[in-house]
């Protein structure tokens, strides 16, 4: 079974800091992908970044950019100039390549942005 | 856009009793899943259906069923709540087909349901 691990429950950044979340995963597939969620108050789960593993290229988003080391299946996602509006729980989620398209998710980090 | 809507944002309900949660996605998607969000545990996936009147359970499905008539239509049922059922319910739709390369859709999610067991 895979499994995403989040070691980090909760972090902190001052605003325009940058802040790194943590993620790794056990799995014994080589095709998938790997993506990062957001959830403001709102409750509303928003896609941010994603990864194919196939990639060695890490994936950029504007302020957001991961670093995917798949030899230590690792999937970090790094935050610059933080903005308060960053502050949300944030998951690391895994998924196989196969039709199925379920995700398994880390257990959350809530990341604060402190004025 | 896609739309997920679910039909109650909280929802208060007594042990014992027969609870639906309802979903609806307008993209005509064909994969439709449940989740329960508790602190520390992340997303569970409780059911998924690829398919109208096609189910598959999850990483947690005792406790609860789930019914697609409609394709556009995903609702879960538990059919007699307890307490340990109190949590946050996330359902998410997306499309199939990700044999292709590169295919790679995001789940789309709801709102959320807050249920309490009392």
């Known amino acids: 079974a895979q499994t995403v691990t989040q070691s980090q429950p909760e972090m902190s950044v001052q605003e325009a800091e940058t802040v790194t979340l943590s993620c790794t995963y056990d799995?014994?597939?080589?095709?998938?992908?790997l993506f990062w969620y957001k959830q403001p108050p709102s409750r509303q789960m928003i896609l941010v970044i994603r990864?194919?593993?196939?990639?060695?290229q890490n994936a950029t988003e504007n302020r957001f950019s991961v670093n995917f080391q798949k030899a230590a299946k690792s999937f970090s996602l790094k935050i610059s100039d933080s903005q308060l509006g960053d502050a949300a729980m944030y998951f690391c989620a895994y998924r196989v390549n196969n039709a199925g398209n379920m995700l398994t998710f880390g257990g959350g980090t809530r990341l604060m942005v402190k004025p | 856009d896609v739309k997920v809507t679910q039909s109650s944002r909280y929802l208060v309900k007594r042990t014992g009793e027969k609870v639906f949660l309802e979903c609806v996605q307008d993209m005509d998607h064909e994969n439709m899943f449940w989740y329960r969000q508790d602190p520390g545990l992340g997303l569970r996936l409780i059911y998924f259906?690829?398919?109208?009147?096609?189910?598959e359970k999850g990483d947690i499905p005792e406790g609860y069923s789930v019914s697609r008539e409609k394709k556009e239509r995903f609702s879960l049922i538990l059919e007699s709540a307890s307490t340990n059922q109190t949590s946050m319910y996330l359902c998410a739709s997306t499309r199939w087909g990700v044999q292709l390369r590169g295919s790679n859709q995001p789940q789309h999610f709801g709102d959320g349901t807050r249920l309490s067991i009392l």
């Open positions: 799995t014994s597939e080589s095709d998938y992908y």
């Open positions: 990864q194919e593993a196939y990639k060695q």
């Open positions: 259906s690829y398919d109208v009147k096609m189910k």
